[in-house]
């Protein structure tokens, strides 16, 4: 079964500061997704990284994925309040016809001014 | 394109009771499915189905019904409510059932549910 470990949960960081939030999977995979929720509102994708070795940028914000260490991270830079919200990563796992995502527990950042 | 539609935003039941929250979407997604978010758990995949007539379980499928009969609707039953089902319920639907490529999951805007 496909476990995903995002850590760490909560985080606190001043405006300006840069961080990194990991995300640690269990099986062999080769897609994962970051997702943003903002209070009370629905998922917004963020980044789709396909490969071992991906990287993409928006922003201050840059994702990428180990698959060999089953790993990716989604580091801030020079956060800004803005950035206050949830982060969840997700991971693909292939089930013949379908493919299921299964999400990890979330990362809540908080941004202080 | 309106998306993936939920109905309804909120409900608050009473234990035993039965409902049904609606999802539609209008991008002609084979794929759909449900989530339910608790806090401290992230989402968990309670059903989904990859066309019109084929559902499967998720992580979390007990106390839960589903049905796909057209591509557009994919409703999620609660036969007997309990406290339990107290959740976020979030469906969300994908043009391919493989997620391949750069496709990805577009989530509703959420139900949440009280069950007293």
């Known amino acids: 079964e496909l476990k995903v470990e995002q850590n760490p949960l909560f985080l606190s960081m001043q405006e300006g500061k840069n961080y990194t939030i990991y995300c640690n999977y269990s099986t062999t995979s080769d897609r994962l997704y970051w997702y943003r929720q903002d209070p009370g509102k629905s998922l917004e994708s963020l980044f789709v990284l396909l490969s071992n070795g991906a990287v993409k940028q928006e922003g201050r914000l840059m994702a990428s994925l180990d698959t060999k260490a089953r790993l990716s991270t989604l580091h801030i830079t020079a956060a800004v309040h803005d950035l206050s919200a949830t982060y969840f990563c997700?991971?693909?796992?292939?089930?013949?016809?379908?493919?299921?995502?299964?999400f990890g527990t979330g990362t809540r950042l908080q941004v202080t001014l | 394109n309106a998306g993936v539609t939920q109905t309804p935003k909120f409900q608050v039941l009473k234990t035993g009771q039965s409902m049904t929250l609606q999802c539609a979407q209008d991008?002609?997604?084979?794929?759909m499915s449900w989530y339910r978010q608790d806090p401290g758990m992230g989402l968990r995949l309670i059903h989904y189905s990859v066309g019109a007539g084929i559902t499967d379980q998720g992580e979390v499928p007990n106390g839960y019904n589903v049905s796909r009969s057209t591509t557009e609707d994919f409703p999620l039953r609660l036969l007997s409510a309990a406290p339990s089902q107290t959740s976020v319920y979030f469906c969300?639907?994908?043009?391919?059932?493989?997620?391949?490529?750069?496709?990805?999951?577009?989530f509703g805007a959420g139900s949440r549910l009280t069950v007293l």
């Open positions: 969300a639907s994908s043009l391919d059932t493989r997620l391949a490529g750069a496709n990805v999951l577009t």
């Open positions: 997700a991971v693909v796992a292939n089930t013949g016809t379908a493919s299921k995502l299964t």
């Open positions: 991008m002609n997604h084979e794929y």
